[in-house]
């Protein structure tokens, strides 16, 4: 009886120490009963926190269903009373990616998936069981990949205020005029400079972008260095994350600028740096340089405003061999309680070979708690497309069907709220989606364009610009004549808004070249175009408008003034304020070599004094003044002193107010 006892609690002692190592690796106890964890797909027909069990994906599916990826114990699954599916029998310590066709129905030739380990072709997704290296074989192949988490997502939102005022757009002057900053020659070099077109400076030394390739070693350390340094450039705070991952490496690029009034609440405008294919080439100038340069443009535009929420501009790597550096990055806000309150993702922005302006914003389903907060940035997108006139260029269609390609979808899988900006994929697909052939020659610059200003006004509005703090000045000028002859002088005259506080201007061709004061006059010698550029500042910041081939100086000729005859009467001497001159008898004299000094409100004195050979005439005089630099006397208030007599004719005239020019003055007589 006690030997049988003893072999009992040996067998016990065993049998709990088999258990206690089992769970430790692959093996749940659930109730009184140990299961080997499952893949499953479950059904989702209400709400998917209404499941109660662990989701690792929520996708939808060809038909349009939803349904989500589990993986626990089996039991958990049939007391949960849902309907599911077994995938796999053996979820643990393996590794699963979700595959999605790039081009709606096109679908791939399951020859390429001949190496996979196929466990759900849904119509619209595969789930697999692969490795990493396997799984990017399959991108190299064509194929979106996105890894599914080791950690459950989180379904519950996470742990901040409501984020109502996203939806919120009113027309605001000063988002509208950076929106019009946005040009295709702006955008068209920063897409060559990603993709290799052009050479670019990184730490002072010239290096062309052949590859962005996450495995690539120098080109990509190059590549997340040149937007560190772009963005180092605008003021932000910068910095990199370092991440690391099955086997892969990499770094973010991060660019910060901080809230004024609610600088706990962020925005994340985000786009992948990294691109395909695997080779020394990749030029990747829709997929995704032109992601990466609506950030560029983003961040240019926004760090010179103020906003009351905290924006950071991130460029991801790892993006194609599964969102691995997303997923990295979003644990880790995640797990420093960052109050994230939207992100703006932006992945293919330039593609469009039919002509017809659609893009995508693609937000979690209804089913999903994020749904709603999805929903507000999408319309954000939307709202400021139809506020700023955009609405005959583009045209958005909100597509709520839970797409998952894009690091967007790293955060979803942490409760945030997130959308996918992307070109119209569905209708309009590019063909040639990880190819050495993506290069700029193949996108619709104008379409491109375009996406980048709404890009750049959703960021704006997402961010909540302070209009409770004066913003940077948004440099700008006039000139009162753009076209001077030699010798002519030009007023210009600020009209930078956001009242700067001071100004520094470069004149090309003009003397002086240079100038501090707010309203500067110019003169200029030599024939030529010239460019001319104005700084304007103030304490918030700075801006500065350069104005290419703005001021062209010529030898436009005044009308021609000449006497017929002079021999019986001519100007024998001009007296107007400090000049004093006396001449001979001619048709004409040009005295334009001697000046005076006349002050703008004063009464300048006049006396013209008359020269005859004989008898004396009664003589008819004027003086014009050319006080807007326009080669002629036409002008209402250039007529500025008349008189008659057989003699010296005295007078005076006040001097115009506000003029601040040297011109000609001509005085006549017959």
């Known amino acids: 009886m006690n030997g049988k ?195 670019v400076t990184i730490g002072g030394s010239s290096y062309t972008i052949a590859t962005r390739n996450t495995t690539s070693g120098t080109p990509i350390t190059k590549a997340t260095q040149y937007v560190y340094e772009f963005m180092q450039g605008l003021g932000l705070t910068v910095s990199y994350h370092n991440w690391s991952l099955s086997g892969y490496t990499g770094r973010n690029v991060i660019g910060e600028k901080t809230g004024t009034t609610l600088p706990n609440e962020i925005v994340l405008i985000t786009a992948h740096l990294d691109d395909m294919p695997s080779g020394s080439t990749a030029p990747g100038a829709d997929d995704n340089a032109s992601g990466s340069v609506g950030v560029m443009v983003s961040a ?91 609405s005959s260029v583009l045209s958005p269609i909100i597509t709520s069907d839970g797409e998952s390609r894009s690091d967007h979808a790293s955060f979803w899988g942490n409760g945030y709220y997130g959308v996918l900006g992307i070109e119209d994929h569905i209708n309009d697909i590019t063909p040639y989606y990880h190819m050495t052939s993506d290069t700029i020659t193949t996108l619709n610059l104008t379409y491109f364009t375009n996406y980048v200003k709404a890009s750049v006004g959703t960021a704006a509005h997402l961010a909540v610009r302070d209009n409770g703090i004066p913003a940077p000045p948004v440099a700008n ?84 003034s000449q006497g017929a005859t002079y021999t019986d009467e001519w100007i024998a001497r001009v007296q107007v304020g400090s000049l004093d001159n006396a001449s001979g008898a001619a048709g004409y004299t040009d005295f334009t070599g001697i000046t005076v000094n006349l002050t703008g409100g004063n009464n300048a004195n006049v006396t013209l004094t008359p020269g005859f050979g004989g008898s004396s005439y009664t003589e008819y005089w004027k003086i014009w003044i050319d006080y807007n630099g326009d080669h002629d006397f036409l002008d209402t208030g250039e007529e500025e002193f008349s008189g008659s007599g057989t003699s010296a004719v005295s007078g005076s005239f006040a001097v115009n107010t506000g003029v601040n020019i040297t011109t000609r003055m001509r005085v006549s007589m017959k």
């Open 300 to 390: 240019q535009l926004l760090s010179a405003q103020q906003f009351a929420r905290t924006v950071r501009f991130v460029f991801f790597t790892g993006e194609e061999q599964g969102l691995l550096g997303s997923a990295a990055y979003s644990d880790l806000v995640y797990g420093n309680g960052n109050n994230i309150v939207a992100v703006y993702n932006m992945d293919m922005i330039s593609y469009d070979a039919i002509g017809l302006p659609y893009l995508r914003v693609h937000t979690r389903t209804s089913s999903n708690p994020g749904y709603s907060g999805d929903l507000a940035i999408a319309n954000t997108l939307v709202d400021v497309v139809n506020a700023y006139s955009l």
């Open 477 to 560: 000028f006039s000139a009162s004549t753009t076209n001077p002859a030699v010798g002519g002088s030009v007023t210009f005259t600020d009209t930078s808004t956001n009242i700067p506080t001071s100004w520094s201007w470069t004149f090309a061709g003009g003397t002086p070249a240079t100038s501090s004061v707010k309203n500067p006059v110019i003169t200029y010698n030599t024939i030529g175009t010239y460019n001319v550029s104005l700084t304007a500042a103030n304490a918030q910041g700075s801006d500065i408008e350069t104005k290419v081939g703005y001021i062209t100086v010529s030898t436009v000729p005044y009308c021609a």
């Open 5 to 199: 006892r003893n072999i009992f609690l040996i067998k016990l002692l065993f049998l709990l120490l088999m258990v206690s190592l089992f769970t430790s690796s692959q093996v749940l106890v659930y109730g009184d009963k140990a299961d080997l964890r499952v893949l499953a797909r479950v059904e989702v027909t209400g709400m998917l926190n209404d499941l109660k069990l662990p989701v690792y994906a929520h996708l939808q599916d060809g038909a349009g269903k939803d349904y989500a990826l589990v993986i626990a114990p089996q039991a958990q699954l049939d007391q949960a009373g849902v309907v599911y599916r077994i995938l796999d029998q053996d979820a643990g310590g393996v590794d699963y990616f979700i595959l999605s066709m790039p081009s709606g129905d096109n679908r791939i030739p399951m020859s390429r998936l001949a190496k996979a380990d196929v466990l759900l072709d849904e119509g619209k997704h595969f789930i697999i069981r692969s490795t990493f290296k396997q799984a990017e074989a399959l991108a190299e192949a064509g194929f979106e990949i996105q890894w599914v988490d080791h950690t459950p997502m989180v379904i519950k939102a996470p742990p901040r205020e409501p984020i109502s005022s996203l939806a919120t757009v009113t027309y605001d002057s000063v988002i509208a005029s950076m929106m019009g900053q946005v040009t295709q020659s702006t955008v068209e070099t920063y897409d060559k400079n990603l993709s290799g077109v052009n050479a």
